[in-house]
């Protein structure tokens, strides 16, 4: 049973040891991998609106997420959400979960759409998941990600509009 | 006769007076139309890598552009330009002189594509130039923009890749 919750600096910890592998191992975000534990939660915590973890029962936290407006004043409806889930604890549903829970929220937030700017074309997991959750692929951006292992490769820009 | 040159901490009082007018339309940016002059000179000259200026026989200010990575680290490689040109000097083919001057200047700074992450698709003359300038439509983004007369309207993802 996982239960989302809003991040509090108690979780910090436990969410850094999520994310760092994710940003370490540089396949699917454009941070750098040798990004610190402070520039991660500026860019994590600080910076977006909301963050949010997926705790299970015994309160340990296996997956988070930011929400943020995509844009400045004129497009800030349109919102951008960034998922990561532990390693040890995927394939078990909490992405699906993750970004149900943050399409809510961004409804609640009065948010008109979601959109992903950049999705890793070899990320095949998550280009899958968003589409299952209705994310339409509005292009592709040709070599738009440095690989760490596959060199240049293209990124998708995702988005879905809100039933507000 | 149309020079572009660095801009330089002079120019800002003819570059502010050049991007005001254009932030408070509120047409084609996403920037708040009720941005104040230290926040432009913020987004437009320290953010960014580098800025520019298009000067006249005369060293009038007609027109101005930025040039900074997109993304990050692992997106860095593309970078990101916005132009604005005086409104009493339009249809002079200054902003395409300054399309033109950001494309060397980018792959003089070693990038490997540029991205317009946000055209919005009212603004026909720009959308006109940028392909004729050899950018693709990657993309139509639907209601990612909030014109001031028109409500929702798209925006377009534009990208091109450049000849290193």
Same mark, same amino acid.
């Given at each position: 049973m996982i239960h989302i919750? =809003?991040?509090? $600096?108690? *979780?910090?910890? #436990? %969410?850094?040891?999520?994310?760092? =592998? %994710?940003?370490? #191992?540089?396949?699917?975000?454009?941070?750098?991998? $040798?990004? %610190? #534990?402070?520039? #991660? *939660?500026?860019?994590?915590?600080?910076? =977006?609106?909301a963050t949010f973890v997926a705790v299970d029962g015994n309160n340990a936290v296996l997956g988070t997420y930011y929400i943020k407006p995509n844009q400045p004043a004129l497009g800030s409806h349109v919102c951008n959400c960034g998922y990561i889930v532990a390693e040890n604890a995927r394939g078990k549903g909490i992405a699906s979960e993750m970004c149900t829970h943050s399409q809510l929220e961004a409804i609640a937030r009065g948010f008109r759409a979601m959109q992903y700017n950049l999705v890793v074309s070899t990320n095949k997991g998550a280009v899958r998941l968003w589409k299952r959750h209705g994310f339409k692929v509005i292009g592709t951006l040709p070599e738009a990600f440095r690989h760490p292992r596959l060199g240049f490769v293209d990124a998708l820009v995702m988005y879905k509009q809100l039933e507000t």
């Amino acid at each position: 049973m996982i239960h989302i919750q =809003p991040f509090k $600096e108690k *979780h910090w910890a #436990a %969410t850094w040891q999520i994310i760092e =592998p %994710t940003f370490r #191992a540089g396949e699917t975000y454009v941070f750098s991998p $040798e990004i %610190t #534990a402070t520039d #991660a *939660h500026r860019i994590w915590v600080e910076m =977006p609106a909301a963050t949010f973890v997926a705790v299970d029962g015994n309160n340990a936290v296996l997956g988070t997420y930011y929400i943020k407006p995509n844009q400045p004043a004129l497009g800030s409806h349109v919102c951008n959400c960034g998922y990561i889930v532990a390693e040890n604890a995927r394939g078990k549903g909490i992405a699906s979960e993750m970004c149900t829970h943050s399409q809510l929220e961004a409804i609640a937030r009065g948010f008109r759409a979601m959109q992903y700017n950049l999705v890793v074309s070899t990320n095949k997991g998550a280009v899958r998941l968003w589409k299952r959750h209705g994310f339409k692929v509005i292009g592709t951006l040709p070599e738009a990600f440095r690989h760490p292992r596959l060199g240049f490769v293209d990124a998708l820009v995702m988005y879905k509009q809100l039933e507000t």
